[in-house]
């Protein structure tokens, strides 16, 4: 029985879809109308969406976008004002839901003022979003998608949101690797991230470390990138993992994400040679699944630089010395 055949749908791959929360944000306008913002995020990040804690208490030294701490569940969780990160001015009462998230390790609540509902998209739909907009929001966003009534949705970069609010761990960045670890060899590795946050990270944690960085925004141009090296390597009578020994790849990327990146990689007679660590902000057991399905050889949690480091020097290719 082949895969495809077992595996619950949410699970399956090389369809090149996710699902998405679609959420609003509402703007009173200076000539007091009110402008809806349509916004979305990954159903992958999110825990569950609740009405606001009565009682979030603020925590000294945090910024004002973050409105405190508050009890979730038993846990406690900080909590974002998105209307104050977006300074907007909110209609009076708005505020009341808050979509808990669950992503590079932490636990975070942001204040929405309606969840709508869940959409299947396609990863190729999501599209550059244009520069005014993106401009408007900082450049936090991953992409837009067109729905109904030619409306956009725009899907927000979370990650760049809480590094830019100084709430991103990275976790073991000055520790020392085993001394089991064989840390003989500096390689060229391609890495695939959409957002520029993640990348500047992973570059810093690997060139730290010796290696040279091939930087793609997406599948898409991972793939070119790879096809380039290719035709190089026919012209000068080398093999392709001369030039790349290891890709290290996201997950969530408009165009085309990196589970069907990484499936196309093992399913080609030449890239299959390199081997494809999944690099995600997503840790639940569903991600981990998906990235045995499309054969990586491995999954890590973002940011942990030990943990990459580690995984760098078991799988990358070692070349023989000339």
């Known amino acids: 029985m082949a895969k495809k055949d077992y595996l ?10 996710l699902e998405i929360i679609d959420f609003r944000m509402y703007e009173v306008l200076q000539n007091n109308e009110i402008y809806e913002w349509i916004l979305g ?10 009405r606001r804690p009565e009682n979030i208490v603020k ?11 508050a009890k979730i569940r038993g846990e406690i969780v900080p909590i974002v004002n998105l209307a104050k ?41 999501i599209k550059k979003p244009p520069p005014s907009i993106e401009e408007r929001l900082g450049g936090k966003i991953v992409g837009v998608i067109e729905i109904e009534d030619g409306n956009l949705l725009l899907l927000l970069d ?34 695939l991230d959409d957002s520029p946050v993640a990348r500047k990270i992973i570059k810093g ?23 380039n090296f290719l035709q190089k390597a026919a012209s000068e009578g080398k093999d392709i993992t001369d030039y790349v020994q290891l890709i290290v790849s996201d ?7 990196g589970l069907t990146f990484t499936r196309k990689i093992k399913e080609h007679p030449e890239f299959s040679k390199i081997p494809v660590i999944i690099n995600t902000s997503l840790s639940d057991k569903a991600t981990v699944d998906k990235a045995k399905f499309v054969n990586a050889d491995a999954h890590l949690v973002k ?20």
């Open 41 to 50: 995020v990954n159903v992958a990040k999110v825990r569950e969406v609740t």
């Open 85 to 125: 990160w977006m300074k907007i001015k909110e209609p009076e009462g708005a505020g009341k839901y808050v979509i808990v998230m669950e992503f590079l390790r932490e636990i975070v609540g942001v204040i929405v003022h309606e969840a709508k509902r869940i959409r299947r998209i396609k990863w190729a739909d």
């Open 8 to 17: 619950p749908k949410i699970l399956e791959t090389g369809a090149n879809e």
């Open 251 to 257: 997950i969530e990327m408009p165009g085309m994400d």
């Open 205 to 227: 944690i690997l060139e730290k470390d010796g290696h040279t960085v091939i930087e793609a925004s997406s599948g898409l141009e991972g793939l070119d990138i790879l096809n």
């Open 303 to 322: 940011f942990d630089a030990p943990d990459l480091l580690k995984l760098v020097h078991k799988y990358a290719i070692k070349k023989k010395e000339e």
């Open 59 to 69: 925590s000294p030294g945090s910024p004002p976008e973050v409105e405190g701490i």
């Open 158 to 191: 979370f990650e760049g949101i809480l590094d830019e609010l100084g709430m991103i761990k990275i976790f073991g960045v000055e520790e020392e690797l085993p001394e089991e670890i064989d840390r003989k060899g500096h390689f060229s590795i391609l890495i």
